[in-house]
């Protein structure tokens, strides 16, 4: 009797065991995104005499400039922890008559993305008081490598065009939250541009 006081606690124990252990009902968990947690929206403004115009840019992103060519200004906008960049091109017009090859030159551009986009949304910005009028491409799709383009012109001087890339293999499903942050970026810039 005194041996089984000793055994019982040990045999509770590992009756226990094998009941929270058993019932072969296990299911394995989803697969799942790291959570990406973004600041607040901020913006700074850049001004300086290399571009005909000024715009505000997320204050969690830097300025590279590239050497352009022919009157073009290359820069990028990168946005360091999340290795996305926006790569700007800004090209003076001579008259409206360049306009229509500017933008075709943005279409094709975008014609690339194509094969791997499940859909576009495209949609027309207007702002006659401060003279921006453009087109911006929300492209759909899990292996687009651009999921954003836009290009904006006062109709006559100006044309901008901007592309968001990240740097990384292409999966539109994890990159979502940083997606929408930048592109929200890209929206405010467009409509804060002020052309000289």
Known sequence: MKHLRTLLPSLLAAVLLAAAC???????????????????????TCDTAALPFTFEYSDQAAIVWKKGQRGEKWLDITYPRHKGYVFLTYKPLR????????????YKFLETHFNYSSGIDEQQFVDPTHRIYGTTYRLKGQNVASTYQFWVTDSTRHFLRGSLYIDCTPNNDSLAPVLTYIQEDMNHLIESIRWR
């Open 22 to 44: 058993g019932g072969g009902n296990e299911t394995p968990k989803p697969q799942a995104y790291l959570r990406i947690d973004l600041p607040p929206h901020a913006y700074a």
């Open 95 to 106: 008259g409206p008559q360049e306009l229509r090859g500017q933008v075709d030159t943005s």
